[in-house]
């Protein structure tokens, strides 16, 4: 899975928060970090095999789980209901 791929996971949950009217910090946390991913230098798998996302700015702990939840079950889960979850699936390629 690429930068990009990632990025474009967590700009579409930022997205999906703004339409439901989620907490707008939350949302722009979200873009901020998908920003943040796309322009990195190196592979966003690197900071994850070292344990350093949370050196990347935008990228907090809650945020550096999703992605570690990502990388690891290539599936994430947006809400810990299960009527409520939206899912987002790894592609096949990763």
Known sequence: MTNREIAEIFSSIGDIMDILGENRFKVLA?????????S?????RSFWRAGTL????????????KIDEL???CLL???PSPRDRTRYRMP???
């Open 71 to 73: 990388l690891t079950t």
């Open 92 to 94: 096949s390629s990763a």
């Open 30 to 38: 979200y873009r901020r970090a998908a920003e943040n991913i796309m």
């Open 54 to 65: 949370q050196e990347i700015p935008g990228i907090g702990q809650a945020i550096a789980e």
């Open 77 to 79: 889960y947006t809400s």
């Open 40 to 44: 990195l230098g190196q592979d966003l």
